[in-house]
C-alpha cells in the first residue's frame, strides 16, 4: 500500500476492500448454505454493500475523531474513502450471482475475495518490509476461518429454524 500516499485514502480504501470481502463472503457463504436461494444472496449482498458502508465509514469518522489527531480534511476523506471502497467492492459479488448458478458464483466469489485479499495482504507486506508469506498467510487463515464458521453457522439455522 506504499502507492498510495494519501494516509487517509489508504486508511479508507485498506479497511473498505478487507471488510468488504470479508462480511461479504461470509454473509453470501451463510445465506446460500442457509437458504440456496439467489435472492436472498442477492439481497444481502446489496443490504451489506449499502447497510455496512455507511456503519464501517461512520465508524472511521468516529475513530478518528477520538483520537483527536487529525484535520477535519483527514477525517472527511478517510470517512468518504471507507464508504466508497466498501460499497464499490461489495457490488463487484453481485456481478457473478447474476451471471452464474448460485453455486458457481459463490465460488467465483470466495476465488475473487481470497485472491483480492492475497494481493491486497503482499502489497501490505511489501510497503511494512514483512514476510509476504506471513503476512498473506495469516489473512487468508482468518478470511478462511470466517467462511467456515458462516457456512457451518447457515446449515445450523437452516436445520434449527426450518
Do not use: C
Request: charged share 10%; glycine share 8%.
Amino acid at each position: 500500500m506504499a502507492l498510495i500516499k494519501n494516509d487517509s485514502l489508504r486508511m479508507g480504501v485498506s479497511f473498505g476492500i478487507t471488510s468488504a470481502i470479508i462480511t461479504t463472503l461470509g454473509l453470501m457463504v451463510g445465506l446460500n448454505s442457509g437458504t440456496g436461494s439467489r435472492m436472498v444472496v442477492l439481497g444481502g449482498i446489496l443490504t451489506i454493500a449499502i447497510a455496512d458502508a455507511f456503519s464501517d465509514a461512520l465508524g472511521i469518522h468516529i475513530t478518528e475523531e477520538s483520537e483527536g489527531e487529525h484535520s477535519s480534511k483527514e477525517i472527511w476523506q478517510s470517512t468518504i474513502f471507507t464508504f466508497l471502497a466498501k460499497l464499490i467492492f461489495a457490488l463487484t459479488f453481485v456481478i457473478p450471482v447474476l451471471l452464474f448458478t448460485l453455486s458457481n458464483a459463490v465460488i467465483i466469489n470466495i476465488v475473487w475475495g481470497l485472491s483480492v485479499l492475497g494481493v491486497f495482504s503482499f502489497m501490505i507486506a511489501k510497503g511494512q518490509k514483512e514476510s509476504p508469506f506471513k503476512v498473506v498467510s495469516e489473512h487468508l487463515v482468518i478470511a478462511v476461518l470466517v467462511l467456515l464458521i458462516t457456512n457451518y453457522l447457515g446449515e445450523w439455522i437452516a436445520k434449527t429454524f426450518n
